[in-house]
């Protein structure tokens, strides 16, 4: 990232802060266990056939690997923690 733009948001991020607290999302653990997702969903086509050097590997509870396998679920977190009112993702 060029210096220009990060102090550009780094001065934004200072004025609002200045002036009032800001809301950070939450708990995204808590909110994908709500999908009820299967180690299926979580592997997605990409990884359907991913294993370990010989041996079965397991992916179901890697949410960050739910930004390549199922992005429409984060995205939907997201957009509820904003719709809530939050202010930083």
Do not use: C, W
């Not at 370990?52 to 939907?76: A, D, Y």
Request: glycine content about 8%.
């Amino acid at each position: 990232m060029k210096r220009d733009a990060f102090s550009a948001t780094e001065t934004i991020l200072r004025d609002l802060l200045a002036r009032r607290i800001l809301i950070l999302d939450g708990a995204m653990g808590t909110m994908i266990q709500q999908y009820k997702l299967s180690e299926e969903d979580y592997r997605g086509p990409r990884f359907a056939d991913f294993t370990g050097p010989g041996r079965e590997l397991f992916v179901k509870g890697n949410n960050e690997l739910l930004s390549l396998t199922q992005p429409q679920i984060v995205s939907e977190i997201h957009e509820q923690y904003l719709d809530a009112g939050a202010d930083l993702i």
